[in-house]
């Protein structure tokens, strides 16, 4: 979608920033007021969060890919391990590690 029309609106709570698309398409993001927050701004905020919205949250990470995928390396990584005594997991497990200084 070509953004052919930007319009700010101010409201109670902030600022709704509207991005038009060619046609009758269009994304608005509701700004809520912060310090720092004006009409001249809002647009570069309104953009910044669309750009943190549509990127994956966890980069590379296990849950950030397409569950076939994951379904394939875990046969892959089965069929690699066999025969084993304990199966391959595709996910990650940690122990969170105790704190050195809890308790002193």
């Given at each position: 979608m070509?953004?052919?029309?930007?319009?700010?609106?101010?409201?109670?709570?902030?600022?709704?920033?509207?991005?038009?698309?060619?046609g009758e398409d269009s994304i608005a993001v509701t700004l809520r007021s912060t310090p720092g927050l004006a009409q001249e701004n809002a647009v570069s905020r309104a953009k910044a969060l669309l750009a943190t919205a549509i990127e994956p949250a966890h980069g590379d990470g296990?849950?950030?890919?397409?569950?076939a995928l994951l379904e394939e390396e875990?046969?892959?990584?089965?069929?690699d391990s066999f025969p084993a005594s304990d199966p391959v997991s595709v996910t990650v497990s940690s122990i969170p590690m105790r704190d050195p200084n809890a308790g002193h």
């Amino acid at each position: 979608m070509a953004l052919s029309d930007i319009t700010v609106y101010q409201t109670e709570d902030g600022y709704v920033v509207e991005f038009g698309g060619d046609g009758e398409d269009s994304i608005a993001v509701t700004l809520r007021s912060t310090p720092g927050l004006a009409q001249e701004n809002a647009v570069s905020r309104a953009k910044a969060l669309l750009a943190t919205a549509i990127e994956p949250a966890h980069g590379d990470g296990p849950r950030s890919k397409d569950p076939a995928l994951l379904e394939e390396e875990l046969e892959e990584g089965l069929e690699d391990s066999f025969p084993a005594s304990d199966p391959v997991s595709v996910t990650v497990s940690s122990i969170p590690m105790r704190d050195p200084n809890a308790g002193h």
